[in-house]
């Protein structure tokens, strides 16, 4: 195996930073556009005092239009919460582009695919708030609901399931070879395994995308605060202890509000 150029290192180099800093700047952006585009009713959740998208189903204003804002803002929230933990893949992947001669693009294509999942994700996410949104139970009962699902959300977070799809995340260079023939067969190829990350992803995150919406989905600082579990779980070399730590957590209070649900405040 040859050695490159120094001049050719340092222009990967170069490049490698210019392609994290353009995903760190889009996230930074994305923060900006969330907190402008965010509905007042996706503020608060049904543990911080409000029952989320209700008001929106029994109006009838569940509309294609409304359904567009919607899906516009969640994938604004995942390019804010998700670009800077999925940086080490999308670099990874650039350098085999680079490496096999590939167009860059194909980088972009990938994107898109892993995009593509979470834009599903968030149909199911508006679906579930609006026709659920109204059976949802209030006081005592939904700090009892609540519970339920934090202790379902821990649980979840000590599975194989969460641990595989972990495993797969936080190694993007056995994912790159992994499906290296997928890639070389070109055409949407990128896209196909953008997809396929994407899933890894959602199947490690969709627990702690839960708790978000639980405690309020568009609440800037609660999507800071799942944002860098989410980062530390999948790029710090401590995240999978991390994520059992974040279990036993969730576990814990979510058996505070199945036990004792008035002894956590609720808004008015």
Request: with cysteine; net charge positive.
């Amino acid at each position: 195996m040859t050695t490159p150029a120094p001049g050719v290192a340092r222009a990967c180099r170069g490049w490698e930073a210019a392609l994290v800093g353009s995903l760190l700047g889009l996230s930074a952006l994305a923060w900006l556009l969330t907190g402008w585009l965010s509905m007042p009713d996706m503020r608060q959740g049904p543990l911080t005092g409000a029952r989320s998208m209700t008001s929106m189903s029994s109006t009838g204003a569940a509309t294609m239009p409304m359904v567009g804002l919607f899906l516009l803002t969640w994938v604004v929230m995942m390019v804010a919460m998700m670009f800077p933990a999925v940086s080490p893949v999308v670099v990874t992947f650039d350098r085999w582009v680079r490496r096999t001669r590939r167009s860059r693009g194909a980088t972009v294509v990938f994107a898109a695919g892993y995009l593509l999942v979470w834009t599903v994700s968030g149909l199911v996410v508006y679906s579930a708030l609006v026709y659920l949104g109204p059976l949802l139970p209030s006081g005592k009962s939904a700090l009892r609901w609540g519970g339920g699902l934090l202790v379902l959300a821990g649980g979840y977070q000590l599975t194989p399931l969460k641990q595989m799809c972990l495993r797969h995340c936080r190694s993007p260079l056995a994912f790159v070879a992994q499906h290296a023939v997928q890639l070389r067969r070109g055409g949407l190829g990128a896209g196909r395994v953008g997809v396929v990350h994407g899933i890894y992803c959602l199947g490690c995150c969709w627990a702690l995308m839960l708790i978000l919406v639980l405690l309020g989905m568009m609440n800037l600082a609660w999507m800071a605060a799942v944002a860098a579990v989410i980062f530390v779980e999948k790029v710090l070399p401590r995240g999978p202890l991390v994520a059992k730590i974040v279990a036993l957590l969730l576990i814990a209070v979510g058996v505070a509000l199945l036990v004792s649900p008035l002894g956590v405040p609720q808004r008015a």
